[in-house]
């Protein structure tokens, strides 16, 4: 398992589950919540497998689209179990 890639998807879960929970002192910004995605994407160890290219896909689409952040999570744990699947 790609531990670079690995750890922006743990990165874009943490971030969207404390989103998800609500407001907070920091507040975060869809464009701090993609960051970690992105990178995901743009990691050369995850471009072979489609699957889970397309989950990141959603779920920066997800964020993009202003879906709540507990489903952008859920595309991210989609994404980390094809992962670790590999």
Do not use: C, W
Not at 38 to 51: H, K
Not at 78 to 83: E, F, P, W
Request: no cysteine; hydrophobic share 40%.
């Amino acid at each position: 398992m790609s531990q670079a890639g690995a750890e922006f998807i743990r990165e874009a879960i943490r971030l969207a589950n404390t989103a998800a929970d609500g407001p907070s002192e920091e507040e975060l910004t869809p464009s701090e919540l993609a960051e970690p995605i992105r990178d995901a994407l743009e990691s050369p160890d995850l471009v072979g497998d489609s699957q889970l290219v397309k989950y990141l896909h959603e779920a920066l689409d997800s964020v993009s689209d202003g879906m709540p952040p507990d489903y952008t999570a859920m595309l991210l744990y989609s994404a980390l179990g094809r992962l670790q699947e590999g």
